[in-house]
Nanobody, 123 residues
Framework: QVQLVESGGGLVQAGGSLRLSCVVS????????MAWFRQFPGKEREFVGT????????HYADSVKARFTISREDAKNTLYLQMTNLKSEDTAVYYC????????????????WGQGTQVIVSS
């Protein structure tokens, strides 16, 4: 079965860094667009960033551009989200997703989702 498992969340002070991981199993990793989303309380999941064309291209939401970096380690079927200069407004549950649509900023583009990992940024 397809599984996406996020880890690496936790509590960090504003200005600090965290690295999230998403371990993927049950699908051909290189055949899917991989993305990170986040969800604030009471709201829909929000696009954070994506890697497309086997990781050759990355695309980020304006809110995280220059602070977050997506990378992947194909041998381990793992997607990463390196977050730096974290802000209080980054507090959310972060989700890894996999899909095959070109509409990479929409949650509807993604067929598979992880369980999420909580990130709390304290001020």
């Amino acid at each position: 079965q397809v599984q996406l498992v996020e880890s690496g969340g936790g509590l960090v002070q504003a200005g600090g860094s965290l690295r999230l991981s998403c371990v993927v199993s049950g699908l051909a990793f290189d055949d899917y667009t991989m993305a990170w989303f986040r969800q604030f309380p009471g709201k829909e999941r929000e696009f954070v960033g994506t890697t497309i064309w086997g990781g050759g291209v990355t695309h980020y939401a304006d809110s995280v551009k220059a602070r977050f970096t997506i990378s992947r380690e194909d041998a381990k079927n793992t997607l990463y989200l390196q977050m730096t200069n974290l802000k209080s407004e980054d507090t959310a549950v972060y989700y890894c997703a996999a899909g095959r649509s070109i509409e990479v900023e929409s949650q509807r583009a993604y067929e598979y989702w992880g369980q999420g990992t909580q990130v709390i940024v304290s001020s």
